[in-house]
């Protein structure tokens, strides 16, 4: 197509007019910068005084040149604190193009003797400005995430200059005695190249940061080493008791676009022998060789997520997680986790060390595949979803590891800890004559302990969902953890195979010795509940039924009344407490009367009782004489002591680790009113059943 004459020459004139503005505007921008360079140096000066009480102070400043300003003795000192930054020479070049579309983007940046200093002495620092809030009556608006990500990204990647050269830079934290130091002789970029030393400490150690970085293109890609050992802040076991170090740590971020309102970036992160430690974590050094994530994160007006194209690394496993988090108008949580079929052996061989020292040595062969998914709106919690299966396909146990899990079908001797000291050596098999047969049981005590902790252990495998997902629910709306999610199986795992330890590496060993033992079908469960009963404490230093029933009723398990056998399991989240139930006259005191009735309606609702009017036998429980003496005086005491709807239940597991207090377990829960929460579809199974 052929354009007429008149309208390039239209064209021409506008180009040549908008050239000739630039050109002007550009001379008088010249011979005014000094003029504008001050009066923006006001502004900014004025606006730390009012909005964050700093004293900003700059000696001189000027231009070198049409881009480039330098400044001199530059401190910024919060009123009446020690000073936070000082600068001796700092000289910065901004790119003119993108500055005519109002982007700051550095050029180049020179900066020499520079010190940056967060001092906090008692209760004072010199930093508490930056957590105020600034006080706002009005209703803020909704904010578009992915456009807030995006101007925060670019303000970032802008002040990441083409070319840089830092000499002599100085970053301490001073915390009251504790004190960290971080000096770095020079710093540089070349074209794109990143490198710089940093001494850590005085000489303590040295560290580098290396890699390459283009701004223009959203890219980066950085690592962090040290000098002949490991990178490792000493001060974090110091003051948080962990211990972390590592070989390398490295980011990359790939790419980064916007379309459609949501904003994408996909970047990696990978760490090379690392090593944690924390009492609460693991009793060991947990060591990861070799682990890694390709994370993309999407980021829309109103969620932010790792979407499940991501992939964590885990020497030769991969796995694809999925996280999202929505703002508005419903808070909502998800998570997914999913892996293709595995190789069971690379699975096992993937775990790190230290992390599940029973299992360390463990042969296995055949193929797992896992799923979790988690689904939660903070506006109807109850409705939680929740999903995990771990899948196995022709799956078998070629060697033991540290513990042989078969253990449970032979005779073996248990040692039960209190306050991490033993209390003594149990043979648990019939060697011991306090050792019960399970059919020698009163099936009263089997079918309560059955009702009240884990009416569906005979048809479950090792865990039910439905109690998690309950127990998610609960702790959300109590905003901590008062609800736990153990079975039978997971109690029984806890006490044979593992130290008391409370960790979280031990409890998610427990979780997976469940799974073994369940879908590995290495006991039955008939075995699992006798040696339960026979190992479980029910009293200060009373271990399984054959003791408790000759303590507190001085009768053979096998004679245990209905009654009797309640009272027994009423016991059972908390055994020291057993005698505090009774009066000095051996009856049973009137708090534990509703619990005999709950529990008592719920076995005859499922034929394992007939119905009783008369508190299912808590008239007829007795102590045996020699033990009533001991039996608090006090009413009002022991009464408080026993109130089910707060204190009846031990805490769990999240609580031992977190320290929430008032924790309840998951299978009898009970409301305010003493009345027992517990959704009716649960089925029980007597042990007697095939």
Request: aromatic share 10%; no cysteine; proline share 4%.
């Amino acid at each position: 197509m052929r354009i007429p004459k008149k309208y390039l020459k239209i064209t021409g004139i506008i180009l040549s007019i908008f050239l000739l503005l630039i050109i002007v505007g550009s001379a008088i921008a010249y011979n005014k910068r000094e003029a504008l360079l001050k009066a923006g140096i006001a502004k900014v000066i004025l606006k730390a005084k009012k909005d964050y009480n700093l004293n900003l102070k700059i000696k001189s400043a000027q231009f070198d040149g049409f881009k480039t300003v330098v400044l001199k003795n530059v401190s910024v000192v919060p009123e009446k604190r020690d000073t936070l930054v000082s600068i001796s020479d700092l000289s910065v070049s901004i790119k003119l193009m993108p500055l005519l579309i109002g982007r700051i983007r550095f050029s180049e940046v020179e900066m020499s003797n520079s010190r940056i200093a967060l001092i906090k002495r008692g209760s004072l620092s010199n930093y508490d400005f930056l957590f105020k809030k600034k006080n706002k009556t009005e209703k803020r608006p909704k904010v578009d995430l992915s456009e807030v990500a995006n101007k925060l990204l670019n303000q970032l990647l802008d002040k990441i200059p083409n070319d840089m050269d830092v000499k002599n830079f100085s970053f301490r934290i001073i915390h009251n005695e504790d004190k960290l130091s971080f000096f770095v002789p020079t710093a540089t970029i070349d074209g794109g190249d990143l490198n710089s030393t940093i001494l850590v400490n005085g000489k303590e150690a040295t560290w580098h940061v290396s890699g390459e970085v283009d701004p223009g293109h959203k890219q980066l890609n950085i690592s962090l080493y040290a000098d002949g050992k490991k990178v490792e802040l000493p001060i974090l076991e110091k003051k948080y008791g962990i211990k972390l170090n590592f070989d390398t740590i490295s980011t990359e971020l790939k790419e980064v676009s916007r379309s459609g309102g949501e904003l994408r970036m996909y970047g990696s992160w990978s760490v090379k022998n690392l090593l944690i430690n924390h009492p609460k974590i693991a009793a060991n050094d947990i060591i990861i060789p070799d682990a890694a994530i390709d994370a993309n994160m999407f980021i829309g007006e109103n969620y932010v997520s790792i979407d499940s194209s991501s992939v964590i690394h885990l020497k030769n496993i991969k796995a694809n997680p999925y996280l999202k988090y929505t703002l508005y108008p419903n808070k909502i949580y998800e998570l997914k986790l999913h892996t293709e079929e595995l190789d069971a052996k690379e699975l096992f061989d993937a775990f790190p060390a230290g992390l599940f020292e029973s299992l360390e040595g463990m042969k296995v062969a055949g193929k797992l595949q896992y799923d979790l998914n988690l689904h939660l709106d903070a506006l109807n919690p109850d409705s939680v979803s929740f999903d995990s299966r771990l899948n196995k396909k022709n799956f078998k146990i070629l060697k033991w590891g540290k513990i042989n899990l078969q253990k449970i079908n032979t005779n073996f001797v248990y040692t039960p800890y209190e306050y991490g000291k033993p209390m003594r050596d149990i043979l648990i098999g019939p060697k011991n004559p306090n050792y019960i047969p399970l059919n020698e049981i009163s099936p009263n005590l089997k079918n309560a302990l059955l009702t009240a902790e884990d009416p569906s252990f005979f048809t479950h495998r090792g865990f039910v969902e439905e109690s998690i997902r309950k127990s998610i629910a609960t702790n959300f709306k109590e905003k901590a953890f008062k609800r736990g999610g153990s079975t039978i199986s997971m109690q029984l795992v806890k006490n044979v195979y593992l130290n008391r330890q409370k960790t979280l590496a031990r409890k998610i060993e427990e979780i997976l010795i469940v799974w073994l033992m369940e879908n590995g079908h290495l006991a039955t469960k008939q075995r699992m509940f006798e040696i339960y009963l026979n190992l479980i404490e029910w009293g200060p230093n009373v271990y399984g039924i054959g003791e408790a029933s000759q303590y507190y009723f001085n009768k053979h398990p096998s004679q245990l009344t209905l009654g009797e056998s309640l009272f027994l399991v009423s016991i059972v989240p908390r055994p020291k407490s057993g005698l505090y139930f009774f009066h000095p006259d051996g009856s049973l005191r009137t708090s534990l009367r509703g619990y005999f009735k709950l529990i008592g309606n719920l076995m005859a609702e499922r034929g394992l009782t007939p119905g009783d009017n008369n508190a299912y036998g808590f008239y007829s429980v007795m102590l045996k004489e020699s033990l009533r003496r001991m039996a608090p005086a006090d009413t009002a005491v022991s009464d408080s002591t026993l109130l089910l709807d707060e204190n009846f239940r031990d805490g769990n597991f999240l609580q031992d680790i977190f320290g929430t207090k008032d924790s309840k377990k998951d299978s009898v829960m009970f409301n305010k009113s003493g009345k027992r929460k517990i959704p009716m579809n649960d089925s029980i199974k007597t042990v007697d059943e095939k």
